[in-house]
């Protein structure tokens, strides 16, 4: 079993920035890909962010490239996303995720273990 647990969030105004960190437990997450997930109120979770467990491959939706940026520090077992140029439409409840596999995937439902998410808030 993996536990995860996300800290960071908060409320910020547009343009500016967050990071989020996704502390995991229970066991080493090395050979595990990591995901970011968010969901907004009234709306179905999705894809943010995903790194392999090497850390060599990252993948990320369109709406938050060039402005989100995921890593992971292995031998803290923990697990970043750095967020710049925020937009009020990043509003959302942010998850953290593992994956029993190394390769990255942008599927929810490829995700074994699940944080109990952060709120991040942003207004214009």
């Known amino acids: 079993q993996v536990q995860l647990v996300e800290s960071g969030g908060g409320s910020v105004q547009a343009g500016g920035s967050l990071r989020l960190s996704c502390a995991a437990s229970?066991?080493?997450?090395?050979?595990?890909?990591m995901g970011w997930f968010r969901q907004a109120l009234g709306k179905e979770r999705e894809f943010v962010a995903t790194?392999?467990?090497?850390?060599?491959?990252?993948d990320s939706v369109d709406s938050v490239k060039g402005r989100f940026t995921i890593s992971r520090d292995n031998a803290k077992n923990t697990v970043y996303l750095q967020m710049d140029s925020l937009k009020p439409g990043d509003t959302a409840l942010y998850y953290c995720?593992?994956?029993?596999?190394?390769?990255?995937?942008?599927?929810?439902?490829?995700?074994?273990?699940w944080g109990q998410g952060t709120q991040v808030t942003v207004s214009s």
């Open positions: 229970g066991r080493t997450i090395d050979s595990y890909a």
């Open positions: 790194i392999s467990g090497s850390g060599r491959i990252r």
């Open positions: 995720a593992a994956r029993g596999r190394s390769i990255t995937s942008r599927l929810a439902e490829n995700y074994d273990y």
